[in-house]
Structures are given as C-alpha cells and as structure tokens.
C-alpha cells in the first residue's frame, strides 16, 4: 500500500499590521497540535506578502477532523486577524468522504490521491 496520508493546506491572508501578532499565535498552535497521537507534520510558513500557510499532514481523515475541534478556538481568533484564501484537502477517496462535510463549507478544494505515492 503507497502513502494514504492526509494533508490538510489552509492559506491565510494576513491583516495589515498583524503579522507579528498571527505568528505569535501559532505558538498556541503548536502547543495544542504536538500532542495530538494522529498529528505526522505540522508546521507554518509565511510569504513576503503575509500570506501564512500551514503545513499539515494526519494519519487519517478522522485525525484531520480530531486536530480541527482541538484549534477550533484559535482559529476563530487567527480569522480575526487573517482572511482563509484557500484551503485544499489531500488524501484517499476514503478519507475525503470522511472530511468533506465539514470541510466544504469552508470552501474547501479536495484532491484524491492516486494510489502510487510513496512513503518511507
């Protein structure tokens, strides 16, 4: 069986005069993911532009689902000072039928992998 991880890619558009406050606020992020027992990568990077993006990967769709209801909290706080440009889901047919509910109304674009990735 290839890779069956599931990605989850959020970009933020940061407010004007906001960056250094969104960037503190992923230490509370951090904090809130490192423990989560289905969390395999989590990490931000930021544009010039201050656009934030975090790169996130889950051992399944319900793991995806698990971190989502753990940050729901700083996420409603990170949309105060950032806009949600774009979010996309990748992951097994299997595993988007398991996120697309919640995912979608968050505009949400989903990819299905393909069944030949590679993991080590």
């Known amino acids: 069986m290839g ?4 990605s989850l890619h959020p970009y ?6 906001k960056v250094d406050e969104w960037k ?15 969390m395999v990568n989590y990490g931000f990077s930021f ?6 993006h975090c790169r996130e990967s889950y051992k399944s769709g319900a793991d995806v689902l698990t971190h989502l209801g753990n940050v729901d909290g700083l996420l409603k706080s990170a ?3 950032s806009d949600l440009l774009r979010l996309e889901f990748h992951g097994p047919p299997s595993e988007v ?19 030949n990735g590679i993991k080590r």
Do not use: M, R
């Open 24 to 38: 503190a606020n992923t230490e509370k992020f951090y904090e809130v993911t490192k423990s989560e027992p289905g």
């Open 3 to 6: 890779d069956t991880t599931c």
């Open 79 to 81: 949309l105060g000072i």
């Open 97 to 115: 039928k398991v996120v697309k509910e919640a995912l979608a109304p968050l505009g949400a674009q989903f990819f299905s992998l393909d069944g």
């Open 12 to 17: 933020f558009k940061i407010h004007d005069g």
């Open 47 to 52: 544009s010039d532009d201050g656009v934030a």
